[in-house]
Nanobody, 120 residues
Framework: QVQLMEFGGGSVQTGGSLTLSCEAS?????MGWFRQAPGKEREGVAI????????LYVDSVKGRFTISIDNAKNTLYLQMNSLKPEDTAMYYC????????????????WGQGTQVTVSS
């Protein structure tokens, strides 16, 4: 069973930056970041295909967030720039087999989450 642990959450002001990291006991082909705000469904933020590096982002973060993976370290990253209050959520790392998707439903392996709070 793959184990995932997120790091790097915190509180920042609008326009600030944070980098999240997710350490995996082993990686899967599809590695992604998801977030869930209070009262809202969990949504896909960004995913990366481990072997060819293909990425996919939700429209609301394109141009601001960058997902990357260090395969040697089994570590997934999410660089978040120009943060907005609407980015406030618990952020989760997830792993799955292909096909890679931004939909949270197929993912069965999740980290415990790390809180990101953006104040105006």
């Amino acid at each position: 069973q793959v184990q995932l642990m997120e790091f790097g959450g915190g509180s920042v002001q609008t326009g600030g930056s944070l980098t999240l990291s997710c350490e995996a006991s082993e990686s899967r082909t599809c590695m992604g970041w998801f977030r869930q705000a209070p009262g809202k469904e969990r949504e896909g933020v960004a995913i990366i295909e481990r072997d060819d590096g293909d990425t996919l982002y939700v429209d609301s973060v394109k141009g601001r967030f960058t997902i990357s993976i260090d395969n040697a370290k089994n570590t997934l990253y999410l660089q978040m720039n120009s943060l907005k209050p609407e980015d406030t959520a618990m952020y989760y790392c997830a792993a799955d087999y292909p096909p890679c998707s931004l939909h949270a439903g197929p993912y069965v392996t999740w980290g415990q989450g790390t809180q990101v709070t953006v104040s105006s």
